[in-house]
């Protein structure tokens, strides 16, 4: 499985950003995956920020993302989105997407594929 994220940058305070992930694989087990949002921030480990599965559509957000960031899925693209809006200067972080089994949580050790991080920088 190969991921490829963009939409990173620098943004003040409140701000919206929008971060894609277009996910591309022969397997066609693809279609059972769970794809997820993860950031690390300097000095902190790697956490699960949202997680969806492509079969059903279920999603987690971390509670500190709730009523902010969005998880969203484009089947026919194969491309997961995550809307950020009302950015706090803590959201400040590098964000991976990642890929993992059908049943995978929103923690990094669950998952299984990678892609490079995206940087994103909020602050005044």
């Known amino acids: 499985v190969q991921l490829q994220a963009s939409g990173g940058g620098l943004v003040q305070p409140g701000d919206s950003l929008t971060l894609s992930c277009a996910a591309s694989s022969s397997d066609p087990t693809l279609n059972y995956h769970a794809l997820g949002w993860f950031r690390q921030a300097p000095g902190k480990k790697r956490e699960g920020v949202a997680i969806i599965r492509k079969w059903d559509g279920h999603t987690y957000h971390l509670e500190s993302v709730k009523g902010r960031f969005t998880i969203s899925l484009d089947n026919a693209k194969n491309t997961v989105y995550l809307q950020m809006n009302s950015l706090k200067p803590e959201d400040t972080a590098v964000y991976y997407c990642?890929?993992?089994?059908?049943?995978?949580?929103?923690?990094?050790?669950?998952?299984?594929?990678w892609g490079e991080g995206t940087q994103v920088t909020v602050s005044s």
């Open positions: 990642a890929a993992g089994p059908p049943l995978a949580r929103c923690h990094p050790n669950d998952m299984n594929f």
